[in-house]
């Protein structure tokens, strides 16, 4: 599973909107759309914090792992 993947699973699953998710990484909705839909890179920062935010290990969110 790609990264972008996780992390709109990610979103859906904790109903959260993509302008919520661009407060948390202090990016506008848009910004943080063109990460999800593959317009920008994901930066290591910000790995750190969505990692941070949803209690879950890199390796998962990076689709290493499926486990959490």
Known sequence: MDYR???RE????HDL?????????????QGY???E???AELKIE???KLCDFYNVS???FI??????
């Open 17 to 29: 909107t993509q302008a919520a998710l661009g407060k948390v990484l202090n990016k506008s909705q």
């Open 5 to 7: 993947e996780r992390m």
């Open 46 to 48: 910000d790995l750190i």
């Open 33 to 35: 759309n063109h990460i």
């Open 37 to 39: 839909t593959g317009r």
């Open 58 to 60: 890199a390796d998962y």
């Open 63 to 68: 689709g290493r792992t499926d486990n959490k």
């Open 10 to 13: 990610l979103r859906e699953d």
